[in-house]
């Protein structure tokens, strides 16, 4: 058994070899933060990255053998300030934007593909549900769609009503840019919501979808009992193939979250819930984006362009360039990835 006094010993023999390494790294990184990333040589920059990984190496060991705890998070805290300055200030802004819009956002949607299309699912079958009940019986819209929410369409409103909500037409001003607006932060909101609900094992995140659809079934039934479904999909679809697209993305990810959870093979669940939490967490910034089109769609060009065939022409050109973004966009940077990797 190894006493106190044999811990010790190793601890500083460890300490006593690689010291050299971390104090030079530290006082890289020092003067980096004092007098700028610039202030350093070519040659201490080129040393940059291997005292860093050095450092890492370090951290490791110490780690893994159980070292002084000191050690260890003064290794954890060298480590976190190098990072800056080996990693992150090689990419400009315009490169992080660039790197997320070409790979990172289109290459976990691929990713996820298969969450993503069981949330889609559960919409279809909430929509296909609903639309079919209400349709053998208005009256039982209100079981699906709050009165609130409704706005004043139901049963007991006219056709030509329901048309006028569908083709109102309203001015240009600050009032559209804050409707946008509200509409963006509020479904960003339930977008966020369901890709947070993963974490308890994905159920709500089945219902939430299911419910979704259940209130696009409704509508949808609604106004085909009066003969306005193409009125309403050409006022839905325009936003709508954008907002719904953000939703089941959202809707797929809590799935992923949860199946990491339920299902975390060699790993622990902690571990592989934060590792698939930092993957689909890109992902959701995305999705965020497409709310917030969706929001400028919805808040402004619905509101003001009341033709039918311009309606359905926007829904249209949104559809087919999503499914080719998700699609084609950073498809050969996954094959070169798989023919590298073992």
Known sequence: ?????????????????????????????????????????????????????????????????????????????????????????????????????????????????????????????????????????????????????????????????????????????????????SLFTHNAKIGIVSFSLGVVIGLPVFLLMFINGLVLGAFAALHHARGLSADLWGWLLPHGVTELGAMVICGGLGLALAQALIFPGRSTRLRNLAQCGRQAGVVVVGAVIMFFIAGLIEGIFRQLVTDIAIRYAVAVITAVAWSLYFGLVGRSRDSARAEVEP
């Open 1 to 181: 058994m190894h006493g106190p006094a044999q811990i010790t010993l190793k601890s500083y023999e460890f300490r006593r070899e690689r010291e050299p390494t971390w104090l030079a790294l530290e006082a890289l990184v020092e003067r980096a933060q004092k007098s700028g990333f610039h202030s350093l040589s070519a040659d201490e920059l080129a040393r940059l990255p291997h005292l860093y990984r050095a450092t890492l190496s370090s951290l490791s060991v110490a780690r893994s053998i159980s070292l002084d705890r000191n050690v260890v998070e003064y290794l954890e805290s060298l480590a976190g300030r190098a990072y800056f300055f080996v990693y992150g200030t090689r990419s400009h802004a315009r490169d992080v934007l660039a790197e997320f819009v070409l790979y990172r956002f289109p290459a976990g949607i691929r990713r996820f593909k298969w969450h993503i299309g069981l949330a889609a699912l559960f919409v279809i079958v909430g929509a296909l549900t609903a639309f079919f009940i209400t349709l053998d019986n208005q009256e039982r819209f209100y079981t699906f769609v709050a009165e609130e929410y409704a706005q004043g369409r139901g049963p007991s409103s006219s056709t030509s009503e329901l048309r006028a909500v569908l083709y109102s037409e309203h001015s240009p001003g600050d009032a559209l840019a804050t409707f946008a607006a």
